[in-house]
């Protein structure tokens, strides 16, 4: 169903041709931003569109409510030569909407339903005009919007972000760049290419191996530094079914693609430390 604007006295002089989303970013919140764009007839007399608000749900069975937006200017006008009508909203979002977002969507493309609630005016009188439009949001659209939000620069629970300069900062760019795409094995892949880019280049192999070695036979007389170079290389062995599959091998889910990649930025950050002047919390 469309959203249509009539004139006081019915007529029509606009109608929503398409919705179109991206990202801005903020601070402490995300921000998302969506202009709908109507498509105008030739009005009888200038035409204003006021007291404009906009409400997102998701768009399946249950309408859970995301949020009510407003528009980024107070009026649109329609005039005889008038064809697009583009009328812009921004609406905040915290972390934990955005994640909430994340998994529903599990990857792929989702919809939104809006509802539009206005005032049509002309010619000294006004139209009260109520309109509801389901639209499908794009992978790759939402991709972009998140990365224009800033929102892959750290993670819900704020761990800094290698920048992509860094020596495994792009291995973890890609991984995150899978796992909002869907494709969890492969961020899993990427997981395991920057430990062992890690063990390369602190050149702890040997301290690894000696570590796990102590684990089998003497545990209790680990220090913290062994504990946790076993940690890095159990980590490393989580992700084994995604390079050497295996016949019992389901594939990882993305909730475990996520632990997997937020331990390995984790344990980025405590072998080799992260520059925090680059990295941004939400």
């Known amino acids: 169903m469309s959203i249509g604007l009539d004139d006081p006295n019915g007529y029509r002089v606009a109608e929503l041709r ?11 919140t995300y921000t998302l931003a969506f202009v709908l764009h109507f498509s105008a007839t030739q009005p009888r007399a200038e035409t204003t569109i006021r007291n404009v608000t906009v409400r997102l749900d998701w768009g399946d069975n249950e309408q ?4 009510v937006a407003l528009p980024d200017g107070l009026s649109a006008r329609i005039h005889q030569h008038s064809t697009n009508i583009p009328i812009g909203f921004r609406l905040s ?5 955005i994640e909430g977002i994340e998994k529903r969507r599990n990857g792929g493309n989702f919809k939104l339903s809006l509802w539009f609630m206005g005032d049509v005016e002309q010619a000294g009188q006004s139209h009260g005009v109520v309109g509801t439009h389901e ?11 998140l990365e224009r939000m800033e929102y892959r620069r750290t993670m819900l629970f704020e761990l800094p972000v290698p920048s992509s300069d860094a020596p495994v900062g792009e291995l973890v760019a890609k991984a ?3 796992l909002h795409k869907g494709d969890y094995e492969q961020a899993v892949i990427l997981c395991r290419q920057a430990i062992e880019k890690i063990e390369v280049l602190v050149d702890d192999k040997s301290a690894v191996g000696q570590a796990v070695k102590k684990y089998r036979s003497a545990r209790e007389e680990m220090d913290t530094t062994e504990r946790l170079l076993f940690l890095r290389e159990s980590l490393k062995n989580a992700t084994h079914l995604a390079v050497h599959h295996s016949p019992n091998h389901c594939g990882f889910s993305r909730d475990q693609a996520k632990a997997i990649l937020g331990a390995t930025i984790s344990l980025i950050g405590l072998f080799m430390p992260i520059n925090h002047d680059v990295a941004v919390s939400p």
């Not at 859970?64 to 949020?67: A, K, N």
């Open 176 to 178: 995150q760049a899978f």
């Open 64 to 67: 859970r409510m995301i949020g």
């Open 93 to 97: 979002l915290s972390a934990a909407q």
């Open 135 to 145: 639209f499908e949001v794009r992978q790759q659209d939402w991709i972009e919007a």
């Open 18 to 28: 398409e919705v179109k989303v991206h990202g801005l970013p903020g601070i402490g």
